[in-house]
């Protein structure tokens, strides 16, 4: 898979693209599909190449269904791709914010976006004393607590991700963030790791609303 298939340019580069990386995007996509945790042609996915660039799923189409053409490749600092998705830039500030982030997933799926409603107020979902906050990467008990941020949804990307960007600088990196009334974005050091945390923060979610007595 060249750089120009993956971009729709007629560039003369004719370096290989890490099949890895297009591989990684494509397997985030589908395990996210069979989930039903994006509708429609809802969601983003994004594997970090080096520390420029990135492969990630360009704007439209339905990714449960994602084949390689609707993978693109974003400069991580260039500017925007012709291809790119309005929620690519807060994959590319995830990237910038830290070089351990190999992968970046956005989902919309249903307890997510209860979370997100429910502890709008409150600014963060706390999830703490549960076994389960051990499939974050670097967790070793159950006697934790993890902050999930809630930032307000906005339809100005840009300047989203400079919001979100400037707040993760601030304290933990974390695992992933929720936009209210939208969805998560979780990411790890890879798509397997990715993989994990999407999977716990969905099980976590729905315990906590459960709590709460909302169904989900």
């Not at 990467?137 to 906005?154: C, H, M, Q």
């Amino acid at each position: 898979m060249k750089v120009d298939e993956l971009t729709g340019t007629s560039s003369n580069i004719r370096e290989i693209v890490n099949d890895a990386s297009a591989r990684d995007v494509l397997a985030l996509a589908h395990h996210c599909g069979a989930k039903d945790w994006i509708p429609a042609t809802s969601g983003n996915f994004s594997v970090r190449i080096d520390s420029r660039r990135a492969a990630i799923t360009a704007s439209g189409g339905d990714k449960a269904k994602l084949a390689a053409d609707g993978i693109i490749i974003a400069d991580i600092d260039g500017p925007a791709h012709a291809r790119a998705s309005a929620e690519a830039p807060l994959h590319l500030a995830l990237y910038r914010l830290s070089p351990e982030i190999g992968a970046v997933a956005h989902v919309h799926s249903m307890a997510a976006t209860l979370a997100s409603l429910q502890f709008q107020n409150a600014g963060h979902v706390r999830l703490a004393g549960l076994e389960l906050l051990k499939a974050f990467r670097g967790t070793t008990t159950y006697e934790t607590a993890l902050d999930v941020p809630i930032f307000d949804n906005t339809q100005d990307m840009d300047s989203l991700a400079v919001v979100v960007e400037k707040r993760l600088k601030k304290g933990p990196l974390g695992f992933g963030f929720l936009l209210a009334g939208h969805g998560l974005y979780a990411w790890g050091r890879d798509a397997a790791d990715t993989l994990r945390h999407l999977d716990a923060f969905d099980y976590l979610f729905t315990l906590v609303l459960k709590l709460k007595g909302i169904p989900v």
